[in-house]
């Protein structure tokens, strides 16, 4: 990895030490170009006519995203955000009154509010999953749950917002091709910092950010689908002209690939800097990705465990670039608004984000901390000696 290259196309990255990849990651200036390029182009000719001039911009993008993910474009839907995209894929599903929905005890805020949205409007009855000892979902008793309640659907976020927790999806989705069960995979925190192959995981639905590890504008992302949904006809709830045809008084007809997924008015212009984002990742390489991040997101658990009265939340068997820690006196807050004004870019997050994980662990707040492959040790080393001066201060 070149990192003096990649911190080259990082304009900022020698400004400030941003460790808030896991909230916005700092875009590659390619990726800025390229949205403004388009928007400049919209300036000039509108934005109708800037769509058809880069049309062909446009179908690269989808098969750059493609290629990250090692699939077809056919199969990516360009959504606004991971959980516009997540809420169009579940949606799809035809729920009845007595539909069981598996998830897990460590799945994203908007996700749990969403399940128990269809548990009091439809009756869908929504289940947790246990953990295991070592921390993660217990695939055995996922095996176990899908045998005796046959859900409709298994949801899961791949990392949580909440914990450097990296789920074992491949087991699961194995577990869901023995019992033909529909895998929705919540991958907006892992897609751009580890290699992800929705096929391989044995998921019907994926959906991704743009902001985050991928490096891509805010207000862009994906939802991948799997053939299997397309040739089953699911639909969202609520298809447009986009993502379907008017062909008779009462008929409709959806469209063939994943654009089904898709509405009709969108900022092209970020879907072209989502491509750039997806193209950038890919020649960095996704190993190379994960090795660095592991390597940075170790050493910040190992500083953080060093200062007194710190401690490190991440539990499981497989841990990645998203580093929670608390203080057992001192607000994540005040440790965050004391790091950004060191230039130190950071994030906290309190209980409402992850009610059972932190209930569990005892904490009311947390510090998150998330390092990205253009970060550096000596970065990682500044960020411990702050945040141990502000906890002696304190």
Same mark, same amino acid.
């Given at each position: 990895? #070149? ?39 919209? +300036?000039? $000719? ?5 769509? #058809? ?5 446009? +179908? ?14 056919? +199969? $990516? ?8 995209g997540f809420v169009a894929a579940l949606s799809s599903i035809p729920f009845s009154a007595g539909d069981v929905i598996l998830t897990t005890r460590h799945d994203y805020t908007s996700n749990q509010i969403q ?21 993660? =979902? ?27 927790? =990296? ?12 019992? #033909? ?11 751009? +910092? ?6 391989? $995981? ?86 190379? &990705? ?7 997101? /170790?050493?910040?658990?190992?500083? $953080? ?16 670039? &998203? ?7 001192i607000p994540a807050g005040d440790l965050r608004d004391g790091l950004r004004e060191a230039g130190v870019h950071t994030s906290w997050l309190s209980r409402e984000s992850a009610v059972i994980d932190f209930d569990e662990k005892g904490v009311e707040t947390a510090l998150r901390i998330s390092p990205h492959y253009y970060n550096t040790e000596v970065e990682i ?12 201060? /304190?």
């Open positions: 990895m #070149d990192l003096d290259r990649i911190r080259a196309d990082t304009p900022s990255a020698d400004r400030h030490v941003h460790l808030n990849n896991a909230g916005a990651a700092l875009q590659p200036a390619r990726v800025v170009d390229a949205v403004v390029e388009h928007l400049r182009l919209e +300036q000039e $000719i509108g934005g109708y006519e800037a769509h #058809d001039a880069a049309r062909d911009r446009i +179908q690269r993008a989808y098969e750059q995203v493609a290629t990250l993910l090692g699939t077809n474009a056919s +199969q $990516i839907a360009m959504v606004e955000h991971a959980t516009a399940y128990l949205e269809l548990a009091e409007r439809f009756g869908v009855e929504v289940l947790r999953a246990p953990d295991a000892p070592e921390g993660g =979902v217990d695939v055995g008793a996922v095996r176990d749950l899908l045998h005796r309640k046959r859900p409709r659907v298994v949801s899961m976020s791949h990392v949580p917002t909440n914990s450097g927790l =990296v789920q074992d999806v491949e087991a699961i989705g194995a577990a869901c091709r023995e019992r #033909d069960t529909l895998f929705l995979v919540d991958a907006c925190q892992s897609v751009g +910092q580890m290699p992800v192959d929705p096929e391989g $995981i044995g998921a019907d639905f994926l959906s991704v950010t743009g902001r985050k590890f991928m490096r891509g504008p805010r207000g862009s992302g994906f939802l991948w689908v799997s053939e299997r949904v397309l040739d089953e006809g699911l639909t969202p709830l609520f298809v447009d002209l986009r993502g379907a045809d008017w062909i008779a008084d009462d008929l409709t007809q959806p469209a063939p690939d994943a654009r089904r997924f898709e509405t009709w008015e969108f900022a092209w212009a970020l879907v072209i800097g989502l491509g750039e984002a997806a193209g950038y990742a890919t020649e960095v390489g996704l190993e190379a &990705i994960e090795a660095r991040v592991t390597t940075l997101s /170790a050493r910040l658990r190992k500083g $953080i465990a060093e200062i007194d009265g710190m401690r490190v939340l991440d539990r499981g068997p497989r841990l990645c670039g &998203i580093v929670t820690a608390s203080h057992a006196s080393d500044r960020a411990m000696e702050i945040l141990a001066a502000l906890v002696s201060d /304190a």
